[in-house]
């Protein structure tokens, strides 16, 4: 029997008990740990009193509680540990930390005040009624598993709060008066989000709601920041529609996606750039005549829906020039904005929001004044002749439209400007353009048009994949074209190489093959008799890297 017990253990130090302790009026945790292990602590008949500072430790062992004493003053930095096998989680007005650190279920006997953080590492923390936990700290669960049905966790600390969970919640609120909510981890909601007040910040990870999960109470003070890589997922079914509260660190600018009837029910993910982009993902951002802002919309298996999409913006994110009367919900697509045939004047009085229907793709969407992104291309082609490729592109209507630049890669990332056309101005006519690039030596190109207006805003076409005849020769000729018996060829090459010559006819039946060898500079081959019936022939050499030129000739 101890009637008063203080543990003042410097640097963390750990005090075991290997017995039981009865009639405690006062026990005092100042520093250090005090670890149970199995054996319990009783108060005084006539009362008690437990006191837990800031950095110190109870652990409990076996399968203590919390002692029950008439009173508790638990520090808001203190730590309560369960540590042992199955044990009761309760007692306590408030808890500082409470820590799970051991296999076995931990159940909470009554709904818990947690003033800072709760850790999770190992067992099962449960709860014996529908209650309500509250947390002023982190969620920090590492490992263990997390018995949530008919749980809500409230996060309503004044500071920022990390959440990181390996498993699912049924209901979470956020009620808090400053600070954010932050996800540390990519996290699962199977019920309710009460974003009562305060918001989630998303960062890098992932908010999953489940299939029958909603989200209420979301406003302009309270809603998911998703500006990061990560997205808030959420299943849309057929003929069904759902909102994604999502927002700017600032600025609240949800989406709703509907999917219409016959659709495949997916996972629609959605995230925000901070500005509309000339290239979509990339390049310079608008500055003028659009909302500043990017949705980010996309589904979990591609293909197989029909999409309604609603924007929602408020009225400060608009750009100098932004007419809303005469707004595009716009759609960057094959490597160009497409901005729908209509305007759309936008509903609503700050926030406003615009609808569009027919979306059977997703990617980057976002609003503006029609002209204020890139303007809408109708086509671009290209074609290879041979050392030539040849780049044709229609565009709509000009407006103050300065000039275009070609550029060309290889490699499909960096491009280099290769040739500069004088665009058409002002005009409402259909406008066609061609450049042709001269002398090409790879095998493959890949070429986009760069848009320039008068005052230099500019916007990219899609990009076009050209594939040459060039085979690292550099020419391949049949010498007595037309042939009459004897077929024979000159090769000029660049290098020493090795491949074959294939022949057809205009059918696409191969007549002749064989292997050939060639060395820097001019080989001529025979190939010998072509006793072929008459007609149109094809001859291609294919080098032993793949890459093949194509040439045509007659036999008489």
């Known amino acids: 029997t101890i009637s008063q017990l203080t543990i003042e253990k410097s640097g963390g130090a750990t005090v075991t008990m290997t017995g039981n302790i009865s009639e405690v009026f006062m026990l005092f945790i100042n520093s250090g740990t005090l670890f149970t292990n199995t054996n319990s602590i009783t108060q005084d008949a006539g009362g008690g009193l437990l006191l837990i500072a800031n950095g110190a430790t109870l652990k409990l062992g076996g399968n203590n509680s919390l002692p029950g004493f008439s009173a508790y003053g638990l520090d808001v930095f203190s730590t309560v540990e369960y540590a042992g096998v199955n044990q009761i989680v309760g007692n306590a007005a408030a808890y500082g930390n409470l820590t799970i650190s051991t296999a076995g279920t931990k159940t909470a006997s009554v709904p818990l005040n947690i003033q800072n953080n709760f ?96 989200t209420i109470n979301a406003n302009v003070n309270s809603y998911i920041i998703a500006t990061g890589s990560g997205t808030l997922n959420q299943q849309v079914v057929a003929a069904g529609s759902k909102i994604f509260p999502v927002g700017l660190p600032v600025y609240y600018a949800p989406a709703t996606v509907g999917l219409a009837a016959g659709s495949v029910a997916d996972v629609i993910k959605v995230n925000m750039l901070t500005a509309p982009y000339h290239g979509g993902l990339s390049g310079d951002p608008a500055t003028n005549y659009a909302v500043n802002a990017t949705w980010l919309i996309e589904e979990a298996v591609p293909g197989g829906s029909t999409a309604t999409i609603t924007l929602q913006w408020p009225q400060a994110l608009e750009l100098p020039g932004f007419n809303r009367a005469l707004s595009r919900l716009a759609h960057f697509t094959s490597g160009a904005w497409e901005f ?110 760069k848009q320039v207006d008068i005052d230099g805003r500019y916007s990219y076409s899609k990009v076009v994949k050209i594939i040459t005849n060039n085979t690292g020769a550099n020419g391949v000729t049949i010498l007595n074209n037309p042939v009459q018996d004897r077929l024979v060829v000159s090769f000029t090459a660049n290098r020493m190489m090795s491949g074959s010559i294939h022949i057809t006819d205009a059918t696409g039946r191969e007549v002749h093959r064989q292997k050939i060898k060639l060395g820097i500079g001019n080989t001529v081959t025979d190939i010998g008799g072509f006793n072929y019936a008459s007609g149109i022939y094809y001859l291609a050499f294919v080098s032993d890297d793949g890459s093949r030129e194509v040439v045509k000739f007659i036999k008489k």
Do not use: C
């Open 340 to 449: 729908g045939p209509a305007d759309i004047a936008a509903s609503g009085s700050n926030p406003y929001s615009v609808t569009r229907s027919g979306f059977t793709s997703f990617s980057p969407f976002a609003v503006s004044t029609y002209g204020a992104l890139p303007v809408t291309w109708l086509s671009i082609s290209g074609r290879n002749e041979n050392k030539n490729n040849i780049i044709n592109w229609r565009v709509a209507s000009e407006e103050n439209n300065d000039h275009y630049v070609v550029e060309v890669s290889t490699g499909r990332n960096l491009f280099s400007p290769i040739g500069k056309i004088a665009g058409a101005g002002t005009t409402n006519i259909e406008q066609r353009y061609q450049f042709i690039h001269y002398n090409v030596t790879e095998r493959e190109y890949y070429y986009r048009i």
């Open 119 to 214: 850790t999770l590492s190992a067992g099962t923390f449960s709860s014996s009624t529908s209650a309500t936990h509250t947390l002023g700290g982190n969620w920090l669960m590492t490992g263990g598993t997390f018995s949530n049905a008919s749980n809500t966790i409230l996060f309503n600390g004044t500071g920022t709060q990390s959440i990181s969970s390996t498993g699912a919640f049924n209901n979470v609120t956020i009620n808090k008066s400053s600070g954010l909510a932050n996800l540390s981890s990519n996290v699962t909601i199977n019920a309710i989000l009460n974003l009562t007040a305060g918001k989630i910040s998303i960062g890098n990870n992932n908010l999953t709601m489940g299939n029958s999960a909603t």
